[in-house]
């Protein structure tokens, strides 16, 4: 067997074969799931080595550990970084990145529309601990360049955003965000290294919920960070110690599931198309948010900085609450669920799930109309999907 040269392959190759240049023990083809805490080397030198980094290997599972290795190795090679480190949760990867960036005194800049976790951390943890935050409307493009030439240490994106797919220029605000030194990050969770490369574009780091497309089954949970190498030792010695390691069980449900990304997110990025086409055209259908629609104003930016469209989509029911119950309650397929990113298509309203918290004021600021209702569509043959919802429409 000859060592594997990954850097000319595509992403389906990428996926199935990183981290994966040698058999295991025994001869396991398979990645091994290594359940041990502790490490241990038949001399001391040997240890000395690994211990100062002189070596490769392993000491300690909060650290490091060969199964969790082996899923950062995936997705730094679909992210082309050059280092990646992993967390017990997507959240845990945001805000170690975060505490580990910014220090008292120091700016940063997002937008209003990050994840809700992110968002609190944003709104409730960072000031507290004296860093100054700033967030701008989202699809603001002039007023984000100008809060950014104010100084700022961190610029923190994401896109596509939730609930309703606003997509930001990427390549626009992170050379606005170099000119004053700051370092670029993007939650690429929605979008994944299929359809969208922050770092090709210039971002220094790009963060991910595994918990989402990565792993692909609403079964584990695990977050990542990736990018420059300098910036992800910083990161990591904080999660080392601090301590939200991811677990070997769960590293080795991501890493089976990420083998199979590139295959469900090109089946969801249609999936995805075809179904808001169909509700586009249905008279119960106020409005549908899906950047691969020429009606999103999104639809330029997407087409210009992304491969594919995702998975999710948002639309607003005709009417009130009352009948974003009676179309949901009547469903058959799909999961009436928060999430995203799984086989199988969730559905929810975020007046119940991302924005339960909000106001109805600051769920109009965000633009997210009362009776939108988010769809993370699966795999399904998406035939079933749109009579599914052919029926449960029928009841309005
Ligand atoms: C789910 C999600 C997160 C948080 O990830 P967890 O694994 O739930 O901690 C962060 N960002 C985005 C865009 C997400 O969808």
Wanted: charged residues 20%.
């Amino acid at each position: 067997m000859k060592n594997k040269n990954l850097q000319n392959k595509q992403n389906g190759t990428k996926a199935v074969w990183a981290g994966q240049n040698d058999l295991f023990y025994y001869g396991a083809t398979q990645v091994p799931i290594v359940n041990s805490v502790t490490f241990g080397y038949k001399n001391v030198d040997d240890w000395f080595d690994v211990a100062v980094g002189k070596k490769e290997g392993h000491i300690y599972s909060r650290n490091t550990n060969p199964t969790v290795a082996v899923f950062e190795e995936k997705v730094r090679v679909l992210e082309n970084a050059e280092a990646a480190t992993s967390f017990s949760t997507g959240m845990a990867g945001i805000s170690n990145t975060l505490y580990t960036l910014l220090n008292q005194g120091d700016r940063v800049v997002s937008i209003k529309d990050t994840y809700g976790g992110t968002s609190i951390i944003f709104l409730e943890f960072l000031p507290k601990k004296g860093i100054e935050v700033s967030l701008c409307e989202t699809t603001d493009h002039d007023g984000i360049e100008a809060e950014v030439r104010k100084g700022c240490k961190v610029l923190y994106l994401e896109t596509p955003t939730n609930p309703t797919l606003k997509v930001l220029d990427l390549k626009r605000l992170i050379s606005v965000a170099h000119e004053v030194g700051a370092t670029v990050v993007v939650d690429n969770t929605f979008a994944t290294p299929i359809n969208q490369q922050p770092l090709s574009l210039g971002a220094d780091l790009v963060l991910h919920s595994a918990t989402k497309y990565l792993g692909g089954h609403s079964d584990a949970m695990g977050g990542l960070v990736c990018g420059k190498k300098t910036l992800i030792d910083q990161i990591f010695h904080y999660r080392e110690i601090n301590g939200a390691t991811l677990h070997a069980n769960s590293a080795y449900m991501l890493l089976r599931g990420i083998k199979t990304l590139e295959l469900r997110v090109l089946r969801q990025n249609e999936n995805a198309m075809k179904l808001g086409e169909y509700l586009e055209g249905h008279p119960k259908i106020d409005s549908v948010f899906y950047p691969g629609l020429k009606s999103h104003p999104s639809h330029e930016i997407a087409k210009k900085q992304m491969t594919g469209f995702g998975g999710v989509l948002s639309f607003s029911l005709v009417g009130d609450f009352e009948n974003v119950k009676l179309f949901l309650n009547s469903l058959e397929l799909a999961h009436l669920a928060a999430s995203l990113g799984s086989v199988g298509t969730l559905i929810g309203p975020p007046k119940v799930t991302s924005h339960v918290e909000a106001t109805e004021e600051e769920r109009k600021a965000l633009g997210i109309p009362e009776s939108l209702i988010r769809c993370a569509v699966g795999i399904e043959n998406i035939e079933d999907i749109i009579a599914d919802f052919d029926q449960a429409l029928s009841k309005i």
